[in-house]
């Protein structure tokens, strides 16, 4: 049997007593064969819990220093899960990005990986360890260590089963799956056995939470497997995300908000786009931008989960001549061949326009159809497309 990389979120590791029967779960893979490589992200609300300590200290702090200290989480369990793996009989050893060979941009809070050479997690698999691997980080090749955007343990795991050649990355979470909404917000929601790359990746670009957009890109470039599971729950019940999974023409897999998003807009209507506004935006951790350009007109949507220093980001948007909102969501509903025909966006609008909810404007192309919604609409939003949309 080959590698297998396990990815234990933030609330499957977030006490002592979690962490041993993320342990044990381990310890169990390894028994069934499996060369295992455990990638782990910071303890329950760790890594907010930093940010504020950082937002306290200073409003619009360093990117790098933010790096230095984001960091930390994942490498406080990640040392702690090898404790309690050892204290089963079993060898393991922890590494941080930097040394699993994750090297990355430059770009801090934000950095992209560009290639993993993971010489040390091979040496250690070779001599019977159990290889355990701080989450969300790596180092650039000024040799400064950088965190990957938030949720990015996701794509450290499934980047270093592609690098290891692994026969699939498992990520284990909170929800024994993808559902077709999320299962917190939409109680009807029904679990997704089998799910395309493609799929995928529109949903996770709309928003949804349970796996993070850039680590499905991994996955559909080298080909790798993801199985969503649930850390406590049994291991082949979940969501398989493969090569032309669940193949759903003309049906609509899932609804998605995208909470906490700023719109960018021209302050003046027609105003062109600042000459710099892409390296503005990167300059403050938004790279992960959408910005389109249409003539006579462009805009932006800026995930607002990266940006550290809200305020002095403002500013040098309203310095810029651009329009900051942040009462509007994207409720975005994904599938294939959505325009049809026959086309869902009748139904769709239909759907919004009963449960009263206001459009401002839409994205509709084969596999999106996607509403500009006031925030505080978005969940009957994805509840009324939910219901309209999603066969039982
Ligand atoms: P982890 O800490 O394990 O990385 P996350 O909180 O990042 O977990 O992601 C899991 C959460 O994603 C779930 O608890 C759920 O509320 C949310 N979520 C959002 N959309 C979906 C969806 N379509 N299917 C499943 N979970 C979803
Ligand atoms: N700990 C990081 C975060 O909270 C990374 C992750 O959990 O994937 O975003
Ligand atoms: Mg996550």
Redesign the pocket.
Known sequence: MGVVVQKY????VATAEQLKRVAQRVVQTRQMGHDVVVVV?AMGNTTNQLLELAQSVSPNPQRRELDMLVTTGERMSMALLSMAIHDLGYPAVSFTGSQSGIITTHNHTNARIIRVTPVRIRAALDAGQIVIVAGFQGVSEQLEITSLGR?G??TTAVALAAALEADYAEIC???D????????KVPE?GRIDELAYDDMQV?ADAG???LNAEAVEWARRHDIEVRCVATDGPRDVGTRIRQGGGLRQGRVV?V?AHPGLLMLAPDVPGAPAPLDLEATLAAYGAADAEVWRVPGSWGARVPKQNLHGLTAFRAAMTGLGVRVREDLTLVTAVGRALTGPPSKLGPAREALAEAGVATHGQLVDPGRLAFLVDAAQADAAVGALHRALIDG
């Open positions: 979120g933030g609330s499957s992200s949720g343990s996701d979470s909170d929800v799956g993808v559902y077709s909404a999320d299962p917190r929601a949903l949804a939470k349970v899932a998605t």
